[in-house]
């Protein structure tokens, strides 16, 4: 079965940095675009950034463009968000999602979500 | 970049009653429509994709419709375990955009 379980969260000071892991098992990771979504406390559902199955193509979001970065190893089945320049505004659980297939016609529309891990920014 | 717009932001409805939650996109998105539902603590979940298929395992009360810029949610029968907050989302297209969510609640 599909596993994606976050970590890397934690209390970090405005303008400081974070990374975050996103280890995926139970299907083949180097197969398919991976997501990090994220959600401020009690708030909504905010897309953050998109990696292609072989990284070849990286899309983030207006709020984190240029401040944050998507990577993954396949290797090692994990997905990463490096988080620099970090502000209050970027506390947030975040969630590493999987995208459909490729070429399905479904990019962006997650069929799978780990259960998140908490960011918080604060001094 | 095209805005996704959910109304009302919270309900309160009777168990069985029909429950409708809307959702409009700033800009013609085709039928690129989904919709999620967070239950409290909990993940999202995909409840309907292409406005109006359901995601294997959700009940058939659940329903969607709409195409263009204006998209429907339609609970038939309100259960207690649908006590959740709805998204609308779109996709195939960058940036990806959730709407800011429905609350619903049993009255």
């Known amino acids: 079965q599909v596993q994606l379980v976050e970590s890397g969260g934690g209390v970090v000071q405005p303008g400081g940095s974070l990374r975050l892991s996103c280890a995926a098992s139970?299907?083949?990771?180097?197969?398919?675009?991976m997501h990090w979504v994220r959600q401020a406390p009690g708030k909504g559902l905010e897309w953050v950034a998109f990696?292609?199955?072989?990284?070849?193509?990286?899309y983030y979001a207006d709020s984190v463009k240029g401040r944050f970065t998507i990577s993954r190893d396949n290797s090692k089945n994990t997905l990463y968000l490096q988080m620099n320049s970090l502000r209050a505004e970027d506390t947030a659980v975040f969630y590493c999602?999987?995208?459909?297939?490729?070429?399905?016609?479904?990019?962006?529309?997650?069929?799978?979500w780990g259960q998140g891990t908490l960011v918080t920014v604060s001094s | 970049d095209i805005q996704m717009t959910q109304s009302p932001s919270s309900l309160s409805a009777s168990v069985g009653d029909r429950v409708t939650i809307t959702c409009r996109a700033s800009?013609?998105?085709?039928?690129?429509l989904a919709w999620f539902q967070q239950k409290p603590g909990k993940v999202p979940k995909l409840l309907i994709y292409?406005?109006?298929t359901l995601q294997s395992g959700v009940p058939s009360r659940f329903s969607g419709s709409g195409s263009g810029t204006d998209f429907t949610l339609t609970i038939s029968s309100l259960q207690p375990e649908d006590v959740a907050t709805y998204y609308c989302?779109?996709?195939?297209?960058?940036?990806?955009?959730f709407g800011q969510g429905t609350k619903v609640e049993i009255k």
């Open positions: 292409a406005t109006s």
């Open positions: 999602a999987k995208d459909p297939p490729p070429y399905s016609g479904s990019w962006g529309l997650y069929d799978y």
């Open positions: 139970g299907f083949t990771f180097s197969s398919y675009g």
């Open positions: 800009q013609g998105i085709s039928n690129n």
């Open positions: 989302q779109k996709y195939n297209s960058a940036p990806l955009k």
């Open positions: 990696i292609r199955y072989d990284g070849s193509n990286k």
